[in-house]
């Protein structure tokens, strides 16, 4: 995987202007399966282009989507804008406007049809936070599988949770988010995975304790949540569609 995880490199807005000899730099030449995570790939409408961009540099790659129940996260990504002081809007006004980003982000077919129409349903693989915490071990075996490496292979990493969420309600993710968008800090930011991994597990603890579990999170007005789940129902079906499978996020 890349160095750091998120390059963010096909969006315009960002990296891109950067280069393809900038984004080649990032991994290991001698790896003959190389990836990388950029959540920015899957935010329409606000980033706009990303699968036309891929195609250039990449070809025909495989692609791997995460997803998880639209309404948890919703509630995740309202918790990170709070503790990152981005969002001062209450749960309920946040939610309100069907054309905000938490809804965008949430409607999982809408993000993929681009890299469907591009790339085809066959070079992509949709793997959900519920399946990897109930099956993870088979789950993995499927994706490797599908990335043609050894599905048989394991580790012990496997089984580490970097739970966010706890620490996103407090002071230290507030500063610590906060002080590496500031200029002189950005390039450590950027080469934060860079760093030996007993340094980064040291400060990721400071920050995101692994050994708290998971935020609580808000309960949702039951008026809203049931708004929410027929405003997602359309775009989960197609996801079912386009996928041949079954969530039972909104059941």
Known sequence: ??????????????????????????????????????????NRP??????????????????????????????????????????ERELTEAFADPESSYVARSRYAYQLEPYVERFGPDRIEVVSREELKRERPATMRRVFAFLEVDPEFTSEQFEREWETGTAKGGSRFRIMDKAVRLPGLRALDRNFDRLPESLRWVVER??????????????????????????????????????????????
């Open 206 to 251: 400071i920050v995101h304790d692994p050994r708290a579990g998971e935020v609580e999170k808000p309960e949702l007005p039951t008026d809203l949540r049931d708004w929410l789940r027929g405003l997602f129902r359309e775009d989960v079906d197609r996801l079912e569609e386009l996928t041949g499978r079954h969530f039972d996020w909104l059941d």
């Open 46 to 87: 606000r980033f706009a282009g990303v699968a036309e961009r891929i195609h250039s540099v990449l070809g025909e790659p495989r692609l791997i989507y995460g997803v998880r129940d639209p309404i948890d996260r919703m509630l995740s990504h309202y918790l990170h804008n709070v503790g990152g002081g981005y969002e």
């Open 1 to 42: 995987m890349s160095r750091p995880k998120e390059l963010n490199f096909f969006v315009a807005e960002l990296n891109w202007p950067l280069g393809a000899d900038w984004y080649g730099a990032h991994f290991d030449p001698v790896a003959r399966v190389r990836g990388e995570s950029s959540p920015h790939y899957t």
